[in-house]
């Protein structure tokens, strides 16, 4: 390559050294490299401006999640009017997350926000970073992002060009907020953030293992429950995939359904899929040596509503690998019919000291199915189970009577809706708990059983509350725990209020002959006008 651009004039050295310099990227051969459909896009619609030199410039100079890099591709359509078609767009991001895209363990602390989890607690290292980084939007999206501290303060520029007010609104003008974010905030970045690492080098130069097969799978959905079931992966092109998956809840319900998945950067599985009537999205990661995967699956359209994700890779290699043990909670002095989800597994179980096997009432492979008796005087708090003789990460409860409750989360959002904007729900779950060793409850040291039933309903949260009727307009809880807001508005019986509220969120839960109380706090509040895929 490089002997032939020698001979080559100046216009077309241009030109060919662009290729030369994303192929380098690439660190493929020049036959293959070329019918990349990502690095087309990039000679064909990136290039005219990102040309200098010969070189590229800006786009080889960072490394992104997956949606790090769409973010930025669809802001060039936005802010610099360049047109992809959706294929072009799917192309060049799935290019530059392979090629550079964060390792395992760089993604790993922020899979909360990649995942959208709701009423997720954003983690900024310091108050610093926090004021500086995290007020706009979340600090997750800049902790998932590395470059050099040239290429941080030249987001700095691009931030204050674009958002002069971000010096005058607040946590801005009580500083030197362009200079702390010109001086100092890019060297800080780039020591926390710094574009070359060990963690990427050597992920950037392993292979990976595909993901198509057979997966053993478990989650749970807040408000339904438990579930275990199947996956199955057919590879249809490099890093794509055909899905199918079979859910069985814990309630008795079976969820059929199929769908696509794309992996990107090795290990960053994106799919969609059609579960029962639902269309849903799923943001997993396959762990380092592809055994097994973990993330979240949601309501396409409806990101808080969703289920954890967990699967094993079914294959002969599979020893042993457990997935969920269900139920969760065994209580004291009851027989209760267990079910192990897994890979690979003998039927030889051991749930601790005082459960005793009474009955096997299915043993294969994938799952163990037995009663169990749990012994009158078994000692409370959780055990480890192990499978064929050996430990693994999951573990049972044992219990006389739950000591406490909490609602989950403690403090949830909902957002009014309607039109163009659907209202956004809160979805609740009640989880039981033992006091721990201090004996009291809502302490640290308490144990957490897991969720239970529960009656859900509603209570002003405070007498402004009371007074403003929120809880007749905001909205009202399903029996499951899922709150579904009011209408945007506007409500001319509610002056300036329209259907926002501040609702206490109460959970009742029977244990035996008690019942049990918990609270939490829901704000109904206005809509999100940018619902980004890193918020
Ligand atoms: C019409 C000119 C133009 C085109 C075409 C263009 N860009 Fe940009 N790009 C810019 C400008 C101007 C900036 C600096 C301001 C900014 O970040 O938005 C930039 C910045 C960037 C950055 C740095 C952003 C950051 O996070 O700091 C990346 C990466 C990038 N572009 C990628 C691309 C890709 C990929 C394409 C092709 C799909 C592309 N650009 C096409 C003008 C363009
Ligand atoms: C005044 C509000 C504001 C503050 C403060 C702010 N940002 Fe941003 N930032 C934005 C907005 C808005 C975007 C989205 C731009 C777009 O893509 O349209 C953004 C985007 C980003 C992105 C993604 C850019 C890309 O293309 O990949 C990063 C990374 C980022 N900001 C880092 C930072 C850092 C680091 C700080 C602290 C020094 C910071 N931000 C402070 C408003 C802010």
């Not at 959208?116 to 983690?123: E, F, G, S, T, Y």
């Not at 980084?133 to 470059?147: D, I, K, N, P, T």
């Not at 035996?512 to 940018?530: D, I, P």
């Amino acid at each position: 390559m490089k002997a032939e651009t020698k001979k080559h004039t100046r216009r077309s050295l241009r030109i060919a050294g662009a290729v030369a310099l994303v192929l380098g990227m690439a660190g493929t051969t020049p036959a293959v490299a070329a019918q990349d459909p990502g690095r087309e896009v990039i000679d064909k619609k990136c290039a005219s401006c990102h040309l200098e030199g010969g070189k590229l410039t800006r786009i080889p100079e960072m490394r992104k999640s997956p949606e790090g890099w769409d973010m930025t591709v669809v802001r060039m359509g936005i802010w610099h009017k360049v047109e992809l078609t959706p294929d072009e767009r799917r192309a060049v991001v799935k290019y530059l997350a392979d090629r550079q895209g964060l390792a395992p363990s760089e993604s790993a602390s922020f899979r909360f926000l990649t995942e959208r989890r709701p009423n997720m607690q954003d983690a900024p290292p310091d108050d610093e970073m926090a004021q500086m980084c995290g007020r706009c939007h979340s600090y997750g999206r800049v902790a998932l992002q590395r470059r050099d501290e040239d290429e941080w303060r030249k987001l700095m520029h691009t931030h204050l060009g674009q958002f002069p007010s971000a010096e005058y609104s607040a946590l801005g003008r009580d500083r030197n907020w362009w200079e702390i974010a010109r001086d100092k905030m890019p060297g800080r970045l780039a020591e926390m953030y710094p574009k070359n690492t060990d963690a990427w080098r050597d992920w950037s130069r392993a292979k990976h293992r595909p993901a198509d097969g057979r997966w053993v799978v478990a989650g749970e959905r807040p408000g339904w429950g438990a579930y275990t079931g199947t996956m199955t992966a057919r590879a249809k092109g490099k890093d794509q995939y055909e899905v199918r998956y079979e859910l069985h809840f814990g309630a008795g319900n079976t969820v059929r359904g199929q769908g696509e998945a794309v992996i990107y950067t090795g290990y960053e599985w994106r799919g969609s899929a059609k579960l029962g009537n639902e269309d849903t999205r799923s943001i997993f990661a396959l762990n380092e040596d592809g055994s097994r995967i973990s993330g979240r699956w949601f309501l396409k359209g409806a990101d808080e509503i969703g289920a954890s994700f967990e699967a094993v890779r079914a294959d002969k290699a599979a020893k042993n690998a457990l997935v969920a043990v269900t139920p969760h909670m065994l209580r004291a002095g009851e027989t209760a019919t267990v079910t192990v989800a897994g890979a690979g597994l003998d039927a030889k179980l051991d749930l601790g000291p005082g459960v005793e096997v009474v009955e096997w009432l299915g043993k294969s492979a994938e799952q163990l199915k037995l009663r169990v008796k749990v012994a009158a005087d078994a000692a409370p708090g959780l055990r480890k189970v192990a499978v064929g003789g050996r430990e693994s990460d999951k573990s049972v409860a044992v219990y006389r009577h739950i000591d406490s409750v909490r609602v989950e989360p403690a403090f949830g959002i909902a957002r009014v809706g309607g039109g163009t904007n659907p209202p956004m729900t809160a979805q609740f779950d009640a989880v039981a708990f033992l006091n721990g060793a201090d004996g009291k409850p809502g302490t640290d040291d308490d144990l957490r059983l897991g969720s239970v039933p529960a009656k859900w309903s509603t209570e002003p949260f405070d007498e402004r509350a009371k007074h403003d009727e929120d809880l007749k307009f905001a909205g009202h809880m399903e029996p499951h725990g899922q709150f579904l807001p009011s209408f945007a508005g506007p409500n001319p019986n509610r002056r300036g209020l329209n259907n926002v509220g501040n609702l206490s969120v109460v959970a009742t839960v029977a244990d035996g002959e008690r019942s049990l109380n918990a609270k939490g706090q829901l704000v109904v509040t206005v809509q999100r006008w940018n619902p980004t895929p890193l918020r």
